[in-house]
């Protein structure tokens, strides 16, 4: 286990088995511990925790996250190495380069304090897709196309009673995306957690990669010198980003190898976007079959979301003045926050909603911030069991895209109208899908470039 990520609402777990195990250093290479699923609204137990867990893993060479700072996820994969093994304390841990596996909070202990973990590798499934995505489709229509295909194909069962489902244990293999950004590479492979799946694989080029690498050097130098602990262990993985990159080599499938089953899926198929109905992530349908259902509140937030996702849904609200429905929008890192605020994007957000929060987990953890009883929702977080977001709620999972018309309609838009507004973003896509790249922003350079990484780790 080369990366171990470890959450709040598990990490005090985490800390208490790590001393059983008598752990005083961690074995893996990087632990990190990160608070995004109390620092909207923490409780007593939670400040406490805030205050003592990160000394608690400075001291065994743990890096520990501010409340505030994101979701473990859009963190830990700024972390990792691209030929690796990880694990972390949350089913959503789900490298986009590499592999991981999700734990619990004693397994997270185990892998973090010794290095390794015993695993059983479980069969594969090979994602196929080919062809061209249409004009309006977005990514997280793809990962909804997932589902969608296996359903058609018998794979995979809304019924409860006799489910069949495809995926269950298994681990996702994603092919035919490969010039995807890492960051939109991680949308695909957060949402196998939705498909019971154990882990998951994305086969990228090794040039969108190679620009992960360098932003996230920069990012990494501008921790240490934001004080960030520990610094050895921040300043070994810059370092060991830094070997990748003078020889590149990533994870490859067995030319020969045997799969439960292969999916393939035509892009030029997909013409109109695709949901998760309430209350069931595995339930997607068109939007067609959906459009005009009325909607109460908005999420736009979760893991699930990235920097672009933010600035397409401004430009589709920004000729609002006020909403139809209650709009809740939470960016889930800090960078993303602070650079849709010097863009000057977030004022739309404040203009049209007081439900701002910090980065976070927020409404899609559903232990904190819950929506009205009863509430119709178009939600961009990653499930939607009953009750989850709120009691009562009827939830439907889709894109930052299409969730922000449907706040603009105050209904779930039909595909001629989602199609039209679409038509606003396309001309700018350019702009509106660039992601961090650190390296290439003022600010994190100046603070990451006079970091001595060779002093550090010789210290």
Known sequence: MSTVGSQDTTGAMTRDELKELACLGFSADLVMQSFCHTAAYPKPIDLELQHTLPDFMHSR??????????????????????????????????????????AGSGLVAFGASIGVLPLDMPESVLVRFKG?????????????????????????????????????????EIEGLGDLKVEQAFELADATAERSANGCTVKLNKEPISEYLN?????????????????????????????????????????????????????NEIK??????????????????????SIDEVFIGSCMTNIGHFRAAAQLL???????????????????????????????????????????????MGNQARVEEGASVVSTSTRNFPNRLGDNSNVFLASAEVAAISAKLGYIPTPEEYLSLMKDIEPLSGEIYQYLNFDQIADYQESSSNVPIEMILQS
């Open 61 to 102: 060479g743990g890096v520990s996250l501010k409340p505030g700072d994101g979701i473990i996820h859009s963190w830990l994969n700024r972390m990792l190495l691209p030929d690796s093994v990880g694990t972390g304390g949350d089913s959503h841990t789900r490298f986009p380069i590499g592999i991981s596996f999700p």
């Open 132 to 172: 061209e995505m249409q004009p309006g489709i977005t990514l997280r229509d793809l990962v909804n196309a997932i589902p969608y295909v296996a359903i058609q194909k018998g794979l995979l069962t809304v019924d409860k009673s006799n489910k069949k489902n495809v995926f269950s244990g298994r681990v996702l």
């Open 215 to 267: 932003s996230n050097i920069t990012l990494l130098g501008s921790m240490i010198d934001s004080g960030y602990d520990d610094k050895k262990t921040i300043a070994k993985r810059i370092q060991d980003m830094k070997k990748w990159l003078d020889n590149p080599e990533l994870l490859e499938a067995d030319k020969d190898c045997e799969y439960a089953e292969v999916i393939e899926i035509n892009l």
């Open 272 to 293: 109109e976007p695709i949901l998760a109905c309430p209350n069931d992530p595995d339930d997607v349908r068109l939007l067609s079959s959906v459009a005009k259902t």
């Open 318 to 364: 920004k000729d609002k003045s006020e909403l139809n429905t209650i709009l809740w929008v939470v960016p889930p890192t800090r960078m993303d926050e602070k650079q849709l605020r010097a863009e000057g994007i977030y004022e739309t957000f404040e203009r049209l909603t007081d439900r701002t929060e910090v980065p976070g987990c927020s409404l899609c």
